[in-house]
């Protein structure tokens, strides 16, 4: 099985915008492909007030996260401080588990 990484993002109100611009312009999922045992990413924006993002991604190994959490240092600097400056002072770490269920379309349904 995969690992999954969630981190929620909670933005500061009226700072979606710059939220997500930040974010764009880091391109942070665009450079978790080039980490090994990345798998696909996505960010998710939540429908709340304040602005909550979620970022999910699919990892081979919890280590292939623990390394690319470890690459923190690695980021463009500029982007990733005008994302941090967006977030409320209650936002905190994301967290990783093993993936133990799947369900898809292929997926028969139960009798």
């Known amino acids: 099985m995969s690992f999954r990484s969630v981190r929620p993002f909670l933005v500061e109100a009226g700072q979606a915008e710059a939220f ?5 312009d880091g391109a942070f999922l ?3 492909v080039t980490n090994p045992g990345f798998i696909q990413g996505e960010l998710v ?3 709340a007030d304040p602005p909550v993002f979620i970022a999910l991604a699919e990892w081979a190994s919890e280590a292939d996260y ?3 959490q470890a690459a923190y240092d690695q ?9 941090f400056a967006t977030l409320r002072p209650d936002d905190g770490p994301g967290f990783v588990g ?3 269920l799947t369900a898809d379309r292929t997926t028969p349904p139960p009798d």
């Open 45 to 47: 924006r939540v429908a």
């Open 30 to 32: 665009e450079r978790a």
């Open 66 to 68: 623990a390394a690319w």
């Open 75 to 83: 980021l463009p600097a500029e982007p990733t401080e005008r994302m």
């Open 98 to 100: 093993e993936v133990i």
């Open 20 to 24: 997500e611009r930040a974010y764009r």
